[in-house]
T-cell receptor, first 114, second 112 residues
Framework: EAQVTQNPRYLITVTGKKLTVTCSQN?????MSWYRQDPGLGLRQIYY???????DKGDVPEGYKVSRKEKRNFPLILESPSPNQTSLYFC?????????????FGPGTRLTVT | DQQVKQNSPSLSVQEGRISILNCDYT??????FLWYKKYPAEGPTFLIS?????DKNEDGRFTVFLNKSAKHLSLHIVPSQPGDSAVYFC???????????FGTGTRLKVLA
């Protein structure tokens, strides 16, 4: 089944404890992206990747890191999480880089930072 | 500054009637627009899109209209069904960029 998977689905952590949220897609998509969803703010793009080893900042990249070492994986790293990073996170992938295209979203990761 | 705005946080419609969801944007460089539907505890799913070279795109019960001069797009669902109850996001992007800007969403409730 074609899908985007995220792990973990739920995470409660403490301020400053490094964490990684994994994202994997099995559709051989070139484009991958991370979003956060917050009440009243909709979905905001954190980082995106056009292909392996090629990443760039979205609208809200502060406090996050990403890497794209393999085409299928795009982990989101929070080196020192803070309470304002408590949010619902979505990973997405898309087959087409050159033209805006529909994205396929993962099920989401709900992160709470205390 | 919110470049893509959905000014109606919620909308209720009777089953069988038309649902109209609206989206406004400010950036004239946007030339591709998409609508996503999101159910609780799931990721958004793509619904329909439109390029700026068109003013209408139709897919079954869903039609998106684009008014470039007004920087406005709308999603029409006819007839509305209870299964359409979800949060709808519009999104915009510009050719040559890889960034997507989403609106804040409109929660649609279709009443049986």
């Amino acid at each position: 089944e074609a899908q985007v998977t995220q792990n973990p689905r739920y995470l409660i952590t403490v301020t400053g404890k490094k964490l990684t949220v994994t994202c994997s897609q099995n559709m051989n998509h070139e484009y991958m992206s991370w979003y956060r969803q917050d009440p009243g703010l909709g979905l905001r793009q954190i980082y995106y990747s056009m292909n392996v080893e090629v990443t760039d900042k979205g609208d809200v990249p502060e406090g996050y890191k990403v890497s794209r070492k393999e085409k299928r994986n795009f982990p989101l790293i929070l080196e020192s999480p803070s309470p304002n990073q408590t949010s619902l996170y979505f990973c997405a992938s898309s087959p087409n880089v050159g033209t805006p295209y529909e994205q396929y979203f993962g099920p989401g990761t709900r992160l709470t930072v205390t | 500054d919110q470049q893509v705005k959905q000014n109606s946080p919620s909308l209720s419609v009777q089953e069988g009637r038309i649902s109209i969801l609206n989206c406004d944007y400010t950036n004239s460089m946007f030339d591709y627009f998409l609508w996503y539907k999101k159910y609780p505890a799931e990721g958004p799913t793509f619904l329909i899109s439109i390029s700026s070279i068109k003013d209408k795109n139709e897919d079954g019960r869903f039609t998106v209209f684009l008014n470039k001069s007004a920087k406005h797009l709308s999603l029409h669902i006819v007839p509305s069904q209870p299964g359409d109850s979800a949060v709808y996001f519009c999104a915009a992007s510009g050719s040559g960029t890889y960034k997507y800007i989403f609106g804040t969403g409109t929660r649609l409730k279709v009443l049986a």
